[in-house]
T-cell receptor, first 111, second 114 residues
Framework: GQQLNQSPQSMFIQEGEDVSMNCTSS?????WLWYKQDPGEGPVLLIA?????ELTSNGRLTAQFGITRKDSFLNISASIPSDVGIYFC???????????FGAGTRLTVKP | DAGITQSPRYKITETGRQVTLMCHQT?????MFWYRQDLGHGLRLIYY???????DKGEVPDGYVVSRSKTENFPLTLESATRSQTSVYFC?????????????FGSGTQLSVL
């Protein structure tokens, strides 16, 4: 129902490569957000999306709110070593104020 | 230092003991939250608070108690710790809840229950 399926679970890429990850749900969400967690720290908000079809960038990061309102993706272009961490999607279902989180995508960048 | 601070960073306790995790924020955000993070589950909401003396359950509240006597503090108490409560706990705050909610997280407390 309101669970978020995030994929892939982990990625191992070479520095300079582009990265894509996504999040899907079987129910409609009103907001989609993407957070990054560095080792030993709490998640930090990267991008917030509030409208179906919205495409938003933050530096080398680009995220989109899917047209169906059931999915979102995050792209990272030209990855660098400091991109290492766990990326979480999060969102609020249309009928509930509780923020739901995906299980995370663990990104490793090889120099 | 401004922001959200959690203490302790690490805690080891035994089954059946009471333990309290502390959270303090300096942003004057109305809303405060407690999440637990477990492998394969992402972050799950335990409790949240809309203001002083107003708290409500989240997705996984059983075994936890919260209070909010002051706006800036939101302690989480495990009244009788169990091994299943071994986890990393994050406190967060937000100016609003629902549409427009943006969570600001503390650095977490890693709790081990032996």
């Amino acid at each position: 129902g309101q669970q978020l399926n995030q994929s892939p679970q982990s990625m191992f890429i070479q520095e300079g490569e582009d990265v894509s990850m996504n999040c899907t749900s079987s129910s409609i969400f009103n907001t989609w957000l993407w957070y990054k967690q560095d080792p030993g720290e709490g998640p930090v908000l990267l991008i917030a999306l509030y409208k179906a079809g919205e495409l938003t960038s933050n530096g080398r990061l680009t995220a989109q709110f899917g047209i169906t309102r059931k999915d979102s993706f995050l792209n990272i272009s030209a990855s660098i070593p400091s991109d290492v961490g766990i990326y979480f999607c999060a969102g609020q279902p249309y009928n509930n104020n509780d923020m739901r989180f995906g299980a995370g995508t663990r990104l490793t960048v090889k120099p | 230092d401004a922001g959200i601070t959690q203490s302790p960073r690490y805690k080891i306790t035994e089954t059946g003991r009471q333990v309290t995790l502390m959270c303090h924020q300096t942003w004057s955000h109305s809303y405060m939250f407690w999440y637990r993070q477990d492998l394969g589950h992402g972050l799950r909401l335990i409790y949240y608070s809309a203001a002083a003396d107003i708290t409500d359950k989240g997705e996984v509240p059983d075994g936890y108690v919260v209070s909010r006597s002051k706006t800036e503090n939101f302690p989480l108490t495990l009244e009788s710790a169990t091994r299943s409560q071994t986890s990393v706990y994050f406190c967060a705050s937000s100016e609003s809840r629902g549409f427009g909610e943006k969570l600001f997280f503390g650095s977490g407390t890693q709790l081990s229950v032996l």
